[in-house]
């Protein structure tokens, strides 16, 4: 036990801060749709194709790399261009905000925090091995807790800010955010690690079907097409090509799909050939797969659920500052020196 305590202080003291970044940046993204402020974000959709298709087609013009539509949670259409440049589009293809870099938007920037910790992919591993040991965390102070549980005081803050009422604090306010942090983390290490969503679920499979058809024609010829194929799906996302003969990939969201950007997926080649992978015929490790997002950024679940991930947020934030706070300060305390009370007395006569 004094093993699983000295690994649980030490790597908390460590990675404690990392950890609050993921829950408190979480904890913002899950209402982004209510800060975000523009002219239009909270428009009811009305899902009109030959609209869609036509704001593509300029956007692909002008040197965009894709398009997220219009959904319930922000009425704008999202183009992104290359370097983290874009805008914001009203269902009316009015544009309503542009700008050049991320970090004109802050839902951008916090986004990729979030996710990628500002460094692409290498952030995003570190932000996956930080959440395996949120989960650790968990595990070992559950158990932690549990030899101690006849002290149980919940509070939802420190009595003081030293280290002996925060490791209270820490121990107890910890069991009982447990159940949210388990779910927040087990589903965000999942998305990011293949193995562990293997481990849990089992290997996905998304069957893909391939057929000729006339040629795409274009960005509006794609979205329609693939509306054609699937009419009671929601068009999400058209990705361009990225080069002169590349396909276009039009995204969509069957209702039986939670993720709100489908993994309903047309690829159109060049050459005309369709492939196509249907949400609908994947089997139940991929549709259980894709419920992870919606769970981890709430995208389901109405309020209760946003509310539910943004206590887990924030919880993680406090869990994790004070515990790296407590854990150096109390080390900084050990070593300060003594001074010896003769000493004192003589310097004070």
Known sequence: MKLLSFLHRWSGGVIGLLLAVLGLTGAILVWEGAWIGLPGANDPIVERVDRLGLIADRAAADGAIRITFASEEIGLHHVAKEGGAGSYVAQDGTTVASWSSQWDRPELWLFDLHHHLFAGEIGEMIAGIA???GLMFVVTGTILWWRSRRAFRPRLWPRRLAPGPIVSHHRDFGILAA???TVSMLTGVSMLF?????????VEHRPKVVKIGTKAGGPNAAVVAAKAFFPNAEVRRIVFPSKPDGPIVVRMRQPLEWTPNGRTQLSFAANGQVTIEDAGRANGSAAVAEKLYPVHSAKVGGWPWKL????SGLALAML???AMW???ARRAGKRKPEINPTHRSRVTA
């Open 131 to 133: 959440g395996l040991f």
């Open 179 to 181: 159940p949210l942090l």
């Open 194 to 202: 293949a193995p562990v969503r293997e481990t849990l679920f089992g």
């Open 308 to 311: 539910a991930m943004t206590v």
């Open 320 to 322: 994790g500052t004070l």
């Open 326 to 328: 407590g854990f150096w």
